[in-house]
T-cell receptor
Framework: DTEVTQTPKHLVMGMTNKKSLKCEQHMGHRAMYWYKQKAKKPPELMFVYSYEKLSINESVPSRFSPECPNSSLLNLHLHALQPEDSALYLC??????????????FGPGTRLLVL | KNQVEQSPQSLIILEGKNCTLQCNYTVSPFSNLRWYKQDTGRGPVSLTI?????NTKSNGRYTATLDADTKQSSLHITASQLSDSASYIC????????????FGTGTRLQVTL
């Protein structure tokens, strides 16, 4: 199974709502990532978890709150978002490097629209 | 500043033709370079990963080259198919202080009949 799944596929939310994005992989990967991608732009790294611990936070606003409850799951909790947060949110996973480059496997993304 | 620049921004070719996409980077120290294919509204899919010592790597009709001296890479697509229509993203992973993925802005390829 080389698949990363993400739910929901689409999400529309108001600025006062609280919602969560979910990501799951069963490849035994111990590194998981959240990216944000605006239209016609490359993905921007938001967070990296390594062995279920947050290792990188790219100065993301606190209205985005990641959570890694176990080695297969990664959540992104959303609260009080702004319209400019509308984007495609991508989850990825990989083996943890050990000096060797590791392929990141991306999920299909959640397309988020904030009204 | 670590940057990855791709050219052309967009490209339209006829089915069956070959094409070459370019990637120039300034990321240093360099670890590896990756090419991804991203269909519209989908997540990127890895095509190749190349380390400092690798000059060429193939994956079916896709062939990537790397010149670490000039900090340039290319992705050559042979006998293009309609399904090759997508964005192709060059991603460079640095080491040390540059230890993160730096994404290029991508080349949007359209293959037509």
């Amino acid at each position: 199974d080389t698949e990363v799944t993400q739910t929901p596929k689409h999400l529309v939310m108001g600025m006062t709502n609280k919602k969560s994005l979910k990501c799951e992989q069963h490849m035994g990967h111990r590194a998981m990532y959240w990216y944000k991608q605006k239209a016609k732009k490359p993905p921007e790294l938001m967070f990296v978890y390594s062995y279920e611990k947050l290792s990188i936070n790219e100065s993301v606003p606190s209205r985005f709150s990641p959570e890694c409850p176990n080695s297969s799951l990664l959540n992104l909790h959303l609260h009080a978002l702004q319209p400019e947060d509308s984007a495609l949110y991508l989850c990825a996973s990989s083996q943890v490097g050990g000096g060797r480059p590791e392929t990141q496997y991306f999920g299909p993304g959640t397309r988020l629209l904030v009204l | 500043k670590n940057q990855v620049e791709q050219s052309p921004q967009s490209l339209i070719i006829l089915e069956g033709k070959n094409c070459t996409l370019q990637c120039n980077y300034t990321v240093s120290p360099f670890s590896n370079l990756r090419w991804y294919k991203q269909d519209t509204g989908r997540g990127p899919v890895s095509l190749t990963i190349m380390t400092f010592s690798e000059n060429t790597k193939s994956n079916g009709r896709y062939t990537a080259t790397l010149d670490a001296d000039t900090k340039q890479s290319s992705l050559h697509i042979t006998a293009s198919q309609l399904s090759d229509s997508a964005s192709y993203i060059c991603v460079v992973w640095g080491t040390g202080t540059a230890s993160k993925l730096t994404f290029g802005t991508g080349t949007r390829l359209q293959v037509t009949l």
